[in-house]
């Protein structure tokens, strides 16, 4: 149903007179407006399309080349931090083992300090006691001889009435051993 009307209307357009009649149109007007046309399109190219292109190329190929620079900067970065990142951890490592260096030689250091003292310490008690000891043996000395002078100045004066001379030095040296044996 549709073609015999679609048929219908190319025949009434075929009937009606063409283009070049209903406008006017001259072949040759047509000709020099092709050709005007071409020139113009020519001239336009040479002096606006290809210096456009030219300049858009230029600024590809430098953005192309500013983000290869901008990947290669990321790329170095990345590498930077990596390497700051181990730097650090190897300096904190260091650190550490500079920390516990020094702890451990603070320890033994405390330690030898501790042991020297007590080394003096048990010096300065054993000369203590070996000091005690003189002074004690020294006062029992000087104890014996004074008990021996008093027992020799008592038994004189107790003997002296009725003992000579010769008893009197006997029974003194006989005490004076005795005393310095006890």
Same mark, same amino acid.
């Given at each position: 149903?549709?073609?015999?009307?679609? %048929?219908?209307?190319?025949?009434?357009?075929?009937?009606?007179? $063409?283009?070049?009649?209903?406008? $006017?149109?001259?072949?040759? @007007?047509?000709?020099?407006?092709?050709?005007?046309?071409?020139?113009?399109?020519?001239?336009?190219?040479?002096? $606006?399309?290809?210096? !456009?292109?030219? &300049?858009?190329?230029?600024?590809? /190929?430098?953005?192309?080349? $500013?983000? %290869? @620079?901008?990947? *290669?900067?990321?790329?170095?970065?990345?590498?930077?931090?990596?390497?700051?990142?181990?730097?650090?951890?190897?300096?904190?490592? *260091?650190? !550490?083992?500079?920390?516990? =260096?020094?702890?451990?030689?603070?320890?033994?250091?405390? =330690? /030898?300090? +501790?042991? *020297?003292?007590?080394? /003096?310490?048990?010096?300065?008690?054993?000369?203590?006691?070996?000091?005690?000891?003189?002074?004690?043996?020294?006062?029992?000395? =000087?104890?014996?001889?004074?008990?021996?002078?008093?027992? +020799?100045? !008592? !038994?004189?004066?107790?003997?002296?009435? /009725?003992? &000579?001379?010769?008893?009197?030095?006997?029974?003194?040296?006989?005490?004076?051993?005795? %005393? &310095?044996?006890?």
């Amino acid at each position: 149903m549709m073609l015999p009307l679609l %048929l219908a209307a190319v025949e009434a357009h075929a009937a009606e007179p $063409g283009l070049v009649e209903k406008f $006017g149109l001259e072949p040759k @007007y047509i000709f020099i407006q092709a050709v005007s046309f071409l020139i113009v399109l020519a001239v336009l190219y040479r002096f $606006g399309i290809k210096p !456009t292109i030219a &300049t858009m190329e230029e600024r590809a /190929k430098k953005i192309g080349a $500013g983000l %290869l @620079y901008a990947e *290669e900067m990321q790329a170095k970065l990345a590498a930077a931090q990596q390497e700051s990142a181990a730097i650090v951890k190897k300096s904190q490592f *260091e650190a !550490t083992r500079i920390v516990d =260096d020094a702890r451990k030689t603070a320890k033994d250091y405390l =330690d /030898k300090q +501790v042991q *020297e003292a007590a080394t /003096k310490a048990n010096d300065m008690q054993l000369k203590a006691q070996q000091a005690i000891e003189l002074e004690h043996k020294k006062m029992l000395a =000087d104890a014996r001889t004074e008990i021996a002078r008093l027992v +020799v100045v !008592t !038994t004189e004066r107790v003997l002296a009435k /009725k003992l &000579t001379d010769a008893d009197r030095a006997s029974y003194n040296d006989a005490a004076s051993r005795e %005393l &310095t044996n006890v």
